[in-house]
């Protein structure tokens, strides 16, 4: 299976910063990478899908990047409501979904 | 509005069974695939199962093979997980998932199975 590491594992920013959230993956997965954001005792949401693709409702300040084995996702101006553990999952075809670790994100 | 709605976990023993189901409404069911997800402090997020628009396409992780059977009913928008032999590290949070965009687009809100003597 394709193995997914995100860093860092806990990240801790002041309302207005960028922050960056960085996803390698074992293989190449192409641009089949999405990002999740949860919430304490919520189930994932949907924040960015194929690398870089908006999902529908989702605020501008998130953007996604990278292709091949490196990505990332970017906040270009934290929120207080943007505080949620953040996981990345490769969909690559014809290989089983795999999840990143996750990475905390706690406001400064 | 979609909504994916779990039940049936619950406590049960080490080798005994259980049913998870999931019932979907705001959008067309049989048009999506649609998969099982867990989640666990130790190993996060792991897909579990996928099944198909039809129910004639199933896959699943390596370590439930031959114990869990996915498979939906269109005409009552449901989608199930016959879970047998139970094993303690099956204990975790079930999600019902829709696919869309190929990946994860829309998640339940879980139904917790805890498998315990």
């Known amino acids: 299976d394709i193995q997914m590491t995100q860093f860092p594992s806990t990240l801790s920013a002041s309302v207005g910063d960028r922050v960056t959230i960085t996803c390698r993956a074992s293989?190449?997965?192409?641009?089949?990478l999405a990002w999740f954001q949860q919430k304490p005792g919520k189930a994932p949401k949907l924040l960015i899908y194929?690398?870089?693709s908006l999902e529908s409702g989702v605020p501008s300040r998130f953007s996604g990047s990278g292709s091949g084995t490196e990505f990332a996702l970017t906040i270009s101006s934290l929120q207080p409501d943007d505080i949620a553990t953040y996981y990345c999952q490769q969909y690559n075809l014809n290989s089983p979904w795999t999840f990143g670790q996750g990475t905390k994100v706690e406001m400064k | 509005e979609v909504q994916l709605v779990e039940s049936g976990g619950g406590l049960v023993q080490p080798g005994g069974s259980l049913r998870l189901s999931c019932a979907a409404s705001g959008f067309s069911f049989s048009n999506y695939w649609l998969v099982w997800v867990r989640q666990t402090p130790g190993e996060g997020l792991e897909w579990v199962a996928t099944?198909?628009?039809?129910?004639?396409?199933?896959y699943y992780m390596d370590s439930v093979k031959g114990r869990f059977t996915i498979s939906r009913d269109n005409a009552e928008n449901s989608l199930s997980l016959q879970m047998n032999s139970l094993r303690a590290e099956d204990t975790a949070l079930y999600y019902c998932v829709r696919v869309g965009h190929f990946t994860a687009d829309q998640w339940g809100q879980g139904t917790l199975v805890t498998v315990s003597s």
């Open positions: 194929k690398a870089s």
């Open positions: 099944i198909n628009q039809v129910g004639s396409e199933k």
């Open positions: 293989q190449s997965v192409s641009s089949w």
